[in-house]
C-alpha cells in the first residue's frame, strides 16, 4: 500500500515530526507540506484503502478517525494535495468534501495546523471536526 498509515492517537507527533524534516531539509520557507482532510463518509472503507494504494507515495501518511482522513503530503504545496483531491475525486466519481493547510503558511507548529484545518472545515463544510478537538486545545 502506497501511503504509510498512521494511528490519530499520533497525529500531533506525526505533523512535528514532518516539521522537523522540512525544517532541516529545506530553509526557503516554501510550503513544505500540506495536510489534506478529506471526508470519505458514505464510501465503502475497502474501496476507500483501495484508493489510497493507487493515489498515494509511498512519503505520504494517513491518519483517519472512522470516516474523516487526513493526508500529510510531505514536499506538497495546496495545489499538488488539489491534485491529490482530484485523483481521489476521479475514482469515486464524486466531489469530495475537503480542506487544507501548509506548512509554514497557514501554521508553524502542529496545534496551528490542525486548527487552521478544523476552523476550515467549519466555516467550508460546515462539520467542525469533533474528533481534533484534543488534539488542537494541547498547545
Do not use: W
Amino acid at each position: 500500500m502506497a501511503g504509510i498509515h498512521f494511528s490519530f492517537d499520533n497525529f500531533e507527533q506525526l505533523i512535528d515530526l514532518n516539521i522537523g524534516i522540512a525544517d532541516r531539509l529545506d530553509e526557503n520557507r516554501a510550503e513544505r507540506f500540506t495536510i489534506l482532510y478529506c471526508d470519505f463518509g458514505g464510501l465503502n472503507l475497502e474501496v476507500v484503502e483501495k484508493s489510497l494504494a493507487k493515489t498515494l507515495r509511498n512519503s505520504d501518511s494517513v491518519v483517519n478517525y472512522v470516516n474523516d482522513y487526513f493526508f500529510v503530503l510531505p514536499y506538497t504545496d495546496q495545489f499538488g494535495a488539489q491534485s491529490v483531491r482530484g485523483l481521489f475525486e476521479a475514482f469515486f466519481n464524486v466531489e469530495l468534501p475537503s480542506v487544507m493547510a501548509s506548512y509554514p503558511s497557514d501554521g508553524e507548529n502542529p496545534q496551528e495546523l490542525l486548527a487552521e484545518i478544523q476552523h476550515s472545515a467549519s466555516r467550508v463544510l460546515s462539520n467542525d471536526l469533533v474528533c481534533l478537538n484534543e488534539l488542537t486545545q494541547r498547545g
